[in-house]
């Protein structure tokens, strides 16, 4: 590998000396141009040299988070500089993604194997989306239970024998449509008075017997949330 | 009243009786029943035996009323008229007998009858009628004396008045009265009457039919008569029937036939009389033996009627000196009688006179016969067949008169009833004004006073409390300031906490390399030992730290009852019902000493997991036990328990992952919450030695349940918290009139002696004659032509002309006037009748038009005034009650009383009411409106101050309950923290110990290996411990608002400079510039805690502060300018840092990480600038 210039920013000074420890040991090609504790340092350094990897903390002097407003100007100005976050915060996963909305190339969270040479060199051979272990653990788990709902959600459709008038018309319901509106729609040949025995044969349907009484559209649909016929993030109307 | 009159009667009767012996009565009725008897067989033993009776008894006592009847009966014989009537009249006046009264009734008729006085014999007739048809409603047995004396009265009555309606010439009438007689003597036990109706029949004109059949049927009865009168003694039916038999017997033509068919009873009759035929011997002997019988019998009537009747006989055989004799006899007779007595008979004299004339005419004497003739047509001027009229019309008389009064009276009710109306009206109306007016009075009354006074009370109660409550409220949220402000003070420490991790984490990593490379270096060992020393040098700092907010949140230990915190648990009760469990709760009046929001905690927090970790169907249940100086309060469930190792772990360790607490991997997650209880617990016990009874257990077996409990000191006075608890035509003819000059023209012939010619046209006359014809010139044609007969000795021609006359004369002579006047009468008495019935209708349709055109509505207006009266009483009532529910201002009762207040219906219901009375007065119903509007005005105003009492509550208990919560939060923080503290404080300080150590160790490496060991359980037990603190952390207080920039700066100098001049007693220059229109998103309070905390650290030797707001694309700078202080460099650089020497610094942070997190934009910054007579702080916030 061919040597290139790093920049670290990190605020504080013992673990900044970890980092460069790290390189040191780890990845002799890079050569730390410079480290900065805090915004003004880093642009001066920039001002000075562009490196080809920033080492970014997210969270500088008082401010926890102003790494990505520093990772977005990085991005809009350096096109070509890599931008690895190298952060603390383990558990705040939206500022994961303001970040690499931001532009930054990879996230290595400052826990378990800290910052690996691979992982450095996966940013300097133009990859994206570099994590550490721990962060793909998350990845992974928010990967298997997006992957079980949406196989919950078919299984939920034969389970249930939901037909695609029933899931129309439970989405329209839970979209807060009347059954005459439901009724109106191009993609539904049923009447209001229908509907209204489609309702009562999906309460059958959806519900135990000593739990059918008293239920309403509302709680139909509530149900029909719970048992993943309907996507609570993925209701929209039919188009007319 | 005829029964009491009976029954007076009777006791009358018994009286009458009393001083005589039951001998001497039976004496008397002896003799009267005598004295009846013999009255047809002689009529002195009648005499004797009245006179016998009477001296027996005395004056109105027994029996005597019946010897006077029996007297008078003598005397209407002997047609002393006078006294008869005198006695009857004593009779009728003072007997209370009514058999007595009828008896002395149908005495009347027969004189009346006699004497021809129509008048008094209808009117005697009818009084009789009403006595019998009295006695036939009286169902009560006479006695046989008495039923003898009615049984007679009937008999009589009807053979009377057929006598007399036969003599009237009304032959019909006399019939049926005769047949009616027939009913009362066909039981013959009366011989008496039963010969007198026999006689009656046979005497002539009341048998109907064939005349050949008549005469023989007029006979049987005559000779049954005569038989039976002479069998019996009846010397006076006997003399009747004889001379009615020789009447009879004198018309050759009926005798022969009466010969030839009843020739038994003939040949009787002529050895009786010693006659060989049939023909007038045997008229004159059974008349000669008639006479002779009446003269002995001394019936001066009847004697000279015998004469009259040999005076025909010998007329009839053109003896008229011997008629005339007879005839004239009879006169005498009569006109002896007539100078005894007042009372005398008319239509007797009539009849001789009559008789006189005839004779005298057929002696050729025209003078005496047309004397006698006039005297006979006088007569019977007198006597009229209208005395049934002039009856009735006395009866009309009376009956008008008795109308008369009526109406009288009537009308005099009808005044009266007017009069009355009219006060009734005034009162009504009196009472309707004074109705209205206390209507509209009713501001004043007493009942409006008190709901007014109620009001007021009830409002200044509500007031009062309203007022306790904003205080209540206004403290809440000091409190919620300060515990927030608390509350980002611990979250900063938790960063703190958390600011361990990575530096931990990079021990971990150089460790591991270490290990892994098989080799210290030293380079690295020499870093791992400072990260060891920054971690104990950031452990100092928080310890520090807590141990200088140490105290600063206390306990707030007050004594409660039990059963609020259950009274809120229950609350809960649906989350449970939902997942199909039961929720036990107890009641109870226990009253423990601790902090009640912590309790609350505690509780709600082991019912929470009971109610996760327990299955569908499956019971939880609080209990509370009391102990001698403890109350044990335990949360128990049917779930699914935990195993043993678990329990000891939960009652013993001090720390272990809570996370891993729990039967199966869907019931972990049991220990975080009872960490916290745990943490609680420890509290009480390090706070006060009061609380040295305090502990937390668990008792459970897996798979059936767990029980936790925890114990807190029982309250030391009970009593004190027991106080705690309570609705006509013109009779005008015309000259020209036939009838008056054919009688003139007749009459003329008989003046002027004519007789023939007379005779001659009358007859033509009358044979053409049809009706209508004018009755009065008829009448005197007949007389005329009668006249004529007379003269000329046509004695058949007479006979028929002049019963033709006296028919007609009967009829015309009919008092037309008095038919008239009874007409009128009639007319009057019916008019009287309509005048009385018009009275009474147009009375009645003037009370029914009173009462429906005034009455009824004023009744109903009344009425409907007294109800509406009553509705609007019974409303303010009712808003009275309504309003003493509200005397009662606990909020769950205020709360339960708005849910229930039916007021509106009240109101409405009122209102409709009156609507629906239709009471055309509308200034009453507006009257009873505005007080209704008043009214539900007045209530409304408790409504309102309700509602806002309420709503007030509800603030409360939502600042009461974020104030709670942030308490408990900041308790369980600082549990965590100080846990943190005391579990992890000797690992960092070991760390360093072991590397050192290894600088000079030989075996390194066993060393390197206890290090790592070492760490990574420091981090295992530090990462337990730091996320049950993060779980805190994760219940955000953060309320995200749109915010002035310039009025938080504002608001923030304000209070710096106050607190300043109070604190320091000294001034400071605060520059601010900030735009108005300037706003920011961010936490209100927490922006406030921020600004405190910037200038913390500076304030105490600052003297000018410049405070900059400026705006940028994204947010808003601001900028705090310390002037004539500088700072170092390496100060600027490590002020918020997380190794910041600074607390407010390190808070300052947390807020600043706070508003990233939360107001949806990274990247706020916060940091320090240096200067070089200054420094600067700089912070931004989201631009709104």
Request: glycine letters at 4%; aromatic letters at 10%.
């Given at each position: ?9 990190e ?18 090609e ?22 080809d990897?920033v ?18 100007q ?21 500022l ?11 996230i ?27 962060i ?9 239970k997006?992957v ?6 078919s ?46 044969d999906?309460i059958?349907?959806?519900f ?15 149900r ?9 993030n993925h ?6 | 009243m ?10 009358f ?5 009393s001083p ?29 035996y ?15 009323y019946?010897?006077q009847?029996?007297r ?15 006695r ?63 049984t ?33 003597v ?5 011989t ?6 026999n ?48 009447v ?15 020739a ?23 008349a ?26 010998y007329?009839?055989h ?15 007779l ?22 006189l004339s ?68 005034r009162?009504?109306?009196r009472?309707a ?5 206390r209507?509209t009075d009713?501001?004043?009354s ?15 109660q509500?007031?009062?409390?309203t ?38 984490d990079?021990?971990?990593?150089e ?5 892994d ?13 400072e ?14 730290w807590?141990?200088?907010t ?7 230990v007050?004594?409660?009852s039990l059963?609020?915190i ?22 109870t ?12 905690f505690?509780?709600?927090t082991?019912?929470?997991n ?15 036990e ?13 779930g ?10 939960l ?11 729990g ?29 040295a ?15 936790f409990?925890?114990?807190?000191p ?6 004190l ?8 035509p013109?009779?005008?003819f015309?000259?020209s ?43 005197l ?14 004695w058949p021609?007479?006979r ?29 008495q ?13 009375s ?17 207006s ?54 629906s ?10 009257s ?8 539900e ?19 409360c ?26 579990e ?10 072991l590397?050192?150590?290894m ?54 100098v ?5 607190s ?10 605060l ?8 706003r ?7 922006l ?16 000018s ?23 170092s460099?390496?100060?600027i ?12 610094c390190?808070i ?20 320090a ?16």
């Amino acid at each position: 590998m061919e040597p290139f210039k790093v920049i670290i920013v990190e605020d504080v000074k013992l673990e900044l000396k970890g980092t460069e420890q790290i390189f040191r040991a780890d990845i002799p090609e890079a050569e730390i141009i410079g480290t900065a504790q805090n915004e003004g340092e880093f642009w001066k350094l920039m001002r000075q040299d562009v490196p080809d990897l920033v080492l970014l903390d997210l969270g500088l002097g008082g401010s926890t988070t102003v790494g990505v407003d520093i990772c977005r100007q990085i991005r809009s100005r350096y096109t070509a500089v890599k931008i690895l976050i190298f952060t603390g915060e383990v558990l705040n996963e939206r500022l994961w993604v303001e970040v690499l909305n931001a532009g930054a190339d990879g996230i290595i969270l400052k826990t378990g194997n800290l910052l690996q040479r691979d992982d450095v060199m996966l940013v300097m051979h133009g990859r994206h989306y570099v994590f550490n272990e721990p962060i793909l653990e998350k990845i992974i788990g928010r990967f298997k239970k997006l992957v079980n709902s949406e196989s919950d959600k078919s299984d939920a459709m034969i389970e249930y024998e939901i037909d695609e008038y029933d899931e129309r018309f439970l989405r329209h319901l839970a979209l807060g449509y009347t059954k005459d509106m439901i009724a109106s729609l191009r993609k539904m040949p049923f009447g209001a008075k229908s509907l209204e025995k489609r309702q009562a044969d999906l309460i059958s349907r959806l519900f135990p017997a000593s739990e059918r009484t008293g239920v309403n559209a509302t709680r139909l649909v509530t149900r029909a949330c719970q048992l993943h016929i309907l996507d609570v993030n993925h209701l929209v109307a039919d188009e007319d | 009243m005829k029964r009491i009159a009976s029954l007076i009667a009777v006791f009358f009767a018994l009286v009458a009786c009393s001083p005589h012996g039951e001998e001497q009565r039976m004496e008397i009725d002896k003799c009267n029943e005598r004295s009846y008897h013999d009255r047809y067989i002689n009529i002195d033993s009648t005499l004797f035996y009245a006179t016998r009776a009477e001296e027996l008894t005395s004056k109105g006592r027994y029996g005597w009323y019946e010897a006077q009847i029996n007297r008078a009966y003598v005397d209407y014989q002997r047609m002393d008229f006078d006294a008869a009537l005198e006695r009857l009249a004593q009779v009728t006046r003072s007997s209370r007998n009514q058999f007595h009264q009828l008896s002395a009734h149908v005495l009347y008729m027969k004189i009346a009858q006699r004497v021809g006085d129509g008048e008094t014999f209808f009117h005697h007739r009818s009084r009789a009628q009403k006595i019998l048809a009295r006695i036939g409603e009286n169902h009560e047995e006479p006695g046989e004396h008495y039923a003898q004396m009615v049984t007679y009265a009937q008999s009589e009555l009807h053979i009377v008045s057929s006598t007399y309606y036969y003599y009237l010439g009304l032959d019909s009438a006399a019939v049926r009265e005769i047949n009616e007689a027939y009913d009362y003597v066909r039981d013959r036990h009366d011989t008496a009457q039963w010969i007198n109706y026999n006689y009656m029949l046979g005497s002539g004109g009341l048998i109907l039919g064939a005349p050949e059949d008549v005469v023989m049927r007029e006979f049987d009865h005559l000779f049954l008569t005569y038989t039976l009168a002479t069998n019996r003694g009846y010397r006076y039916f006997e003399a009747n029937a004889l001379q009615s038999l020789a009447v009879l017997l004198s018309d050759s033509t009926r005798s022969a036939d009466i010969a030839l068919q009843r020739a038994a009873s003939c040949s009787f009759l002529s050895t009786q009389f010693a006659c060989e035929d049939y023909g007038d011997s045997l008229c004159f002997a059974m008349a000669r033996r008639a006479v002779t019988l009446f003269e002995e019998y001394k019936d001066l009537y009847q004697t000279a009627c015998a004469y009259r009747t040999m005076g025909e006989l010998y007329f009839a055989h053109a003896d008229y000196l011997d008629a005339l004799e007879a005839f004239q006899h009879a006169l005498s007779l009569v006109e002896n009688q007539r100078k005894r007595s007042r009372q005398t008979v008319n239509p007797w004299i009539a009849g001789i006179r009559e008789k006189l004339s005839m004779t005298y005419s057929a002696l050729g004497d025209k003078m005496r016969s047309d004397q006698n003739r006039n005297i006979y047509l006088d007569l019977l001027d007198q006597y009229r067949q209208n005395y049934e009229s002039e009856n009735r019309l006395r009866e009309l008389k009376h009956e008008v008169a008795s109308i008369r009064v009526k109406t009288a009276v009537l009308f005099g009710l009808i005044v009266l009833t007017l009069l009355l109306a009219y006060v009734f009206v005034r009162r009504m109306n009196r009472r309707a004004q004074q109705s209205a007016q206390r209507l509209t009075d009713f501001r004043a009354s007493a009942h409006f006073q008190t709901l007014t006074s109620e009001v007021a009370d009830v409002r200044k109660q509500l007031a009062e409390d309203t007022e306790y409550y904003r205080d209540t409220l206004q403290v809440s949220r000091m409190h919620i300031e300060r515990y927030k402000a608390g509350n980002v003070e611990r979250r900063a420490k938790v960063s703190l906490v958390y600011s361990i991790i990575p530096y931990l984490d990079r021990m971990l990593a150089e460790v591991r390399k270490m290990v892994d490379s098989g080799r210290p270096d030293e380079e690295r060992l020499q870093y791992v030992g400072e990260l060891a020393e920054e971690i104990m040098h950031i452990n100092d700092a928080l310890t520090d730290w807590i141990k200088m907010t140490q105290g600063q949140l206390t306990l707030h230990v007050t004594t409660f009852s039990l059963q609020e915190i259950i009274d809120v648990i229950a609350l809960s009760r649906p989350t449970f019902e939902q997942k199909h469990l039961t929720l036990q709760l107890p009641v109870t009046d226990v009253q423990v000493k601790a902090d009640k929001a912590l309790t609350l905690f505690m509780i709600n927090t082991l019912a929470d997991n009971a109610r996760k970790f327990t299955p569908e169907h499956g019971m939880v249940s609080i209990g509370v036990e009391r102990a001698e100086d403890y109350v044990e309060i335990s949360v128990s469930d049917t779930g699914v328990g935990l195993s043993e190792h678990d329990c000891s772990v939960l009652n013993d360790s001090k720390v272990y992952d809570a996370s891993s607490i729990g039967a199966s991997a869907s019931s972990k997650g049991f220990g975080f919450g009872i960490m916290n209880c745990k943490g609680i617990i420890q509290k009480y016990r390090k706070t006060s030695q009061r609380f040295a009874v305090c502990q937390f257990g668990v008792s459970s077996t897996l798979g059936q349940g767990s029980r936790f409990w925890f114990r807190l000191p029982k309250a030391l006075s009970v009593l004190l918290a027991l106080l705690c608890l309570s609705v006509a035509p013109s009779k005008s003819f015309a000259k020209s009139n036939p009838f008056e000059a054919m009688y003139d023209s007749i009459y003329a012939a008989n003046v002027e002696g004519r007789h023939a010619q007379s005779l001659e046209m009358g007859i033509e006359f009358v044979r053409h004659l049809q009706p209508p014809y004018d009755t009065a010139y008829v009448v005197l044609i007949h007389n005329e032509i009668a006249v004529a007969a007379l003269a000329m000795g046509d004695w058949p021609t007479y006979r028929r002309n002049n019963d033709e006359c006296v028919r007609l004369h009967k009829l015309f002579t009919q008092d037309k006037s008095i038919e008239a006047y009874c007409e009128r009468m009639q007319e009057l008495q019916s008019n009287g009748i309509q005048v009385y019935v018009m009275l009474i209708i147009v009375s009645l349709i003037a009370l029914v038009l009173f009462y429906l055109l005034y009455l009824r509505k004023g009744l109903r207006s009344d009425r409907l005034y007294s109800q509406l009266f009553t509705a609007v009483t019974s409303y303010i009532e009712s808003a009275r009650n309504h309003v003493a529910q509200y005397g009662d201002t606990s909020p769950a009762h205020l709360q339960q009383t708005v849910e229930a207040d039916d007021f509106i219906v009240a109101t409405e219901a009122c209102r409709s009411s009156i609507a629906s009375s239709g009471i055309g007065n509308h200034t009453m119903t507006r009257s009873a409106n505005l007080v209704i509007d008043e009214v539900e005005t007045l209530y409304q105003t408790i409504q309102h101050d309700v509602q806002q009492f309420l709503t007030l509550d509800e603030q409360c208990h939502k600042v009461s309950f974020e104030e709670d919560r942030l308490y408990v939060m900041n308790q369980i923080m600082d549990n965590c923290l100080s846990t943190i503290k005391h579990e992890t404080m000797y690992y960092p300080a070991r760390a360093k110990q072991l590397v050192d150590n290894m600088h000079d160790s030989e075996a390194p490496m066993g060393q390197m290996h206890e290090l790592l060991d070492l760490l990574q359980y420091y981090r295992e037990v530090y990462m337990l411990l730091y996320h049950q603190a993060d779980r805190q952390v994760e219940q955000y207080s953060f309320r995200r608002q749109t915010l002035s920039a310039r009025e938080a700066l504002e608001t923030f100098v304000s209070e710096l400079t106050e607190s300043v001049r109070r604190q320091q007693k000294r001034d400071i220059t605060l520059r601010l510039v900030a735009d108005e229109a300037l706003r920011v998103v961010a936490d209100k309070e927490l922006l406030q805690t921020l600004l405190h905390a910037l200038v913390a650290d500076g304030l105490p030797n600052v003297e000018s502060v410049s405070i900059l707001a400026q705006a940028q694309p994204t947010d808003v700078l601001f900028r705090i300018t310390f002037h004539g202080i500088t700072k170092s460099d390496e100060e600027i650089e490590r002020m918020f840092s997380p190794d910041s020497p600074s607390v407010h610094c390190l808070i300052a942070r947390q807020i600043i990480k706070e508003h990233d997190a939360h107001c949806g934009m990274p990247g706020l910054r916060l940091h320090a600038e240096g200067g070089d007579a200054d420094y600067s702080i700089v912070f931004t916030l989201k631009r709104a």
